[in-house]
């Protein structure tokens, strides 16, 4: 376990960017990712195999800039009105590993209010995080939603 | 029937009579109800999905006996299993004994099923193997009766490893219901080196707010991809080519490829046949076919197939460029991608859509993790492709659902429409096919008896 300046600073990283995904700085978020960063949500519990197995997504940074790029598009339909989220981050547990890696868990709920619509999404996050001066990148965020494998609507904005 | 008399009738709770349903779709438009009268709906789960064969399952989720599957069948959740005889056989999930659900899970295996309440047990076939205290029942109680088993749907055929069931106590021959579309099916098959495709574990479920009809006539129709998704077009256009490390550029590719207009309009054909089947000639051509031809993987699998069947065979098989084809009421199969849709009606306006991809058995590995890519790329819940398609097909029941200005147009196309001799023929910019989808619609509605 890291002492605790350096989980704060874990913490403060991972609410920063749940602020920015909550605001809409999309731009902004995508930067909290290395060059060969990677958001990967699974389809299915305890799933290890992004290539042979499908994934709700599995995108590195050129296709997450497409992503990114697509919810500034005025005529993203699907975004037409703009969602707005609450993400909240919580019961963070990181673990040190080699040349100022870490290993981050966290538990996540957001909800997404759209038009006449309310929705919750829940589940856990497993963060790579590579140190950059006094901050963070993201090298892996692996988003674990509680129903991976049930039945989905249109999900628009990153969780 | 005028307008007026049809506008009267909405809203009420008798079945809708063969002259209501004539009166809903005309030459060029159809009514709202349609879409919108659950009264309709309730006619479309007996006379379509309670009569022409349904898609249940692929033979592939069911190698050995104890295998089964969960899935829908008109209004009916039933169990699709392989019995210890090899047959497969289609069940509804329901215990005879006091009608509690029996199985809980999507897929599984298992020799038997277990009612949890009182212990029935039921063998794959459906036919009862024990009761608990077997002499507290009566003694004219016949574990062999069929009423003390779980009940069978009939009418269950397959082909070439797609298993159908049917509800009508007489359908036609699965194989004159398809008709020309087991063509593609064949094509899919054919595409494997070893002759053989297996259903990939992982697909998507994705519920929308809208009826069924909405997304058959969507796959159909090629005329919307510009304009609904242009959000991903844009984007796909100023990102880099070959930035992305994981996927040789298939996702950039497939949102590039929507980006169509006059020139795929006018060149693209679409085909419509008898029983309300359609499909298009693919629109991938710049796109993902083109790049896969000369990289070493499609190189490699090329190779492949040639080895088992001949080149000649071989490039006529990698030559069949046909898109969403589609089997009236609801199965989508496009074959050089590997992937297949399942339209599942759940209410008038609730429908679920299962897609799928297929691994072609003799293939390079590269080639089923392209077919992962591409159903993760169009058919995810996050999809920037799809998502768009169901947040149309939302606001169209949202419209429909109002009373006002009770016809749409379906008129594009019907001067240039052609006729031959199997089918009808069409630019990409008519809509043929939902004119085609819906005289079939009226055909399957106002036949009285199965």
Redesign the interface.
Known sequence: MPDQAIQRRIESFLFEEARLLDAGQFEAWLKLFEP?G?YW?P??PGQTDP??????????H??L???V??LL????????PMPRTTHLVSNIEAEAGEDGEFTVAAAFICIEHQAERQRIYSGRHTYHLASEGDSFRIKLKRVALMNSD???????VPL | MTTRMVQEMTNTADPPTVDDIRSLVRPDQVHRRAYADPSVFALEQERIFGRLWIYVAHESQLKKPGDFVRTRLASHEVLVTRHTDGRIYVLHNRCPHRGARICMVDDGTSRLFSCPYHAWVFRPDGSLSTVPHRKSYPAGFDLDDPAHHMRRIERVETYRGFVFAALAEHPEPLVSHLGAMTEVIDNLIDRAPDGEIEI?????????RGNWKLHTENAADVFHPSF?H???V???R???AN?????QDQ??EM?LANGFGTTEWETIQLRGLAGGHTFMTSFYNSGVLASQTTDPVTTRYQAALAARIGPERAAQVLGMNRFNNIVYPNLIINAQYQQMRVTIPIAVDRT?VRIH?FRLKGAP?EM??RA?RF??TI??????I???D???LE?CQQGLAKDTGPWIDFSRGLDSDREDADGSVSGAASEMPMRVQFAAWVNYLTTEAA
């Open positions: 060969n990677i949500m389809s299915r290539l042979n197995v499908a994934s709700i997504i599995y995108e590195d050129a296709i800039s497409i992503r790029q697509r598009e005025a005529r993203a339909l699907v975004l037409t049930g039945t989905h609507s249109p999900m628009a | 990939a574990d992982s697909s998507f479920t994705i519920e929308y609904v242009s959000s991903s844009m984007p796909a100023r990102a880099p930035a992305s490390v994981l996927d996702t950039r949102l679920i991809c590995d089923f993790q992962v159903l993760t058919g995810s819940p996050a999809s920037m799809f998502s768009d169901v947040e149309m606001r």
